[in-house]
């Protein structure tokens, strides 16, 4: 067994239909809809900028303080996911390499998201150094969520004690769904006092990974993954601050600007077959 569960069937993928959306909001039968989206996208292609002068000092410190992510309005129990990407640092040897094609040693640095599922809201980040693991961060991640946490969702790298312990402390009801690595064993109080993990690997050794995915609410993940796709996208996959308290600040204003992005408008999407 792969430890991919998205790679179980590869070898045959191809005889799936590809799945297909439609756009629901940009729909002429949805005519209210649709002028509504329109004006948020009118919105968005504002470049009217204004800067106070409290702004332009505070520009030329080292921080400069953002908005945080505002929770949301029916303030229920969060359904949250969480992942992290690599960002590349952006200097004197980037030039170099588009100048006179020299190889250099790029470095970069890792930035660890968490999302609101329902909403994809990003609700806390954490810039770190390459070294730094995905479990260590889960911790500063969840104390950013200031509401309660229904379920905490993210691959298999994030299969640690540390993480369980983590959410557990902070969040003791919220459903952890992480799915196991392929070389995991139950614990020792399996048959007495099934953790959620144990329960976990039963599910999958009963069902399979495909059923647990589904039964456990796992396929949300991909929504964490399309959500890193559209920060590259609109925001690129590089910072250009030279020092990282300003690179952390760079991402805090990239966070509030997507952020504002959807509120202002998202397209509504179905799945047709």
């Known amino acids: 067994m792969l430890i991919l569960p998205f790679k179980l069937n590869q070898h045959r993928r191809h005889h799936s239909p590809k799945q297909k959306h439609k756009v629901m909001n940009s729909l002429g039968a949805l005519l209210r809809i649709w002028r509504e989206y329109d004006a948020s996208l009118r919105q968005r292609g504002s470049l009217t900028v204004w800067f106070t002068d409290a702004a332009i000092e505070g520009w030329r410190a080292e921080t400069l303080e953002v908005p945080r992510p505002r929770p949301r309005r029916d303030a229920g129990p969060l359904h949250l996911l969480v992942d992290s990407t690599g960002l590349k640092l952006c200097g004197a040897g980037e030039w170099l390499v588009k100048k006179h094609g020299t190889k250099t040693r790029r470095s970069w640095r890792k930035l660890h998201i968490g999302w609101d599922a329902d909403t994809g809201q990003i609700i806390a980040a954490v810039l770190t150094n390459k070294e730094r693991g995905d479990g260590a961060e889960v911790g500063p991640l969840l104390d950013q969520v200031g509401g309660p946490v229904a379920s905490f969702t993210a691959d298999s790298a994030y299969d640690q004690e540390g993480v369980s312990t983590a959410v557990a402390e902070r969040h003791p009801e919220a ?8 070389t995991a064993v139950p614990s020792e109080t399996a048959e007495t006092e099934p953790t959620q993990r144990d329960r976990h690997l039963h599910s999958i050794a009963k069902h399979g990974r495909a059923a647990w995915q589904k039964a456990s609410g796992y396929t949300k993940r991909a929504r964490a993954e399309a959500a890193i796709g559209r920060f590259k996208q609109v925001i690129g996959d590089g910072l250009r601050s030279r020092t990282d308290p300003r690179r952390a600040t760079e991402v805090d204003v990239a966070v509030h600007a997507l ?15």
Do not use: K, T, W
């Open 175 to 182: 459903a952890i769904i992480v799915p196991p690595r392929s």
């Open 259 to 273: 952020n504002r992005m959807l509120e202002l408008g998202r397209p509504i999407s179905v799945r047709i077959a």
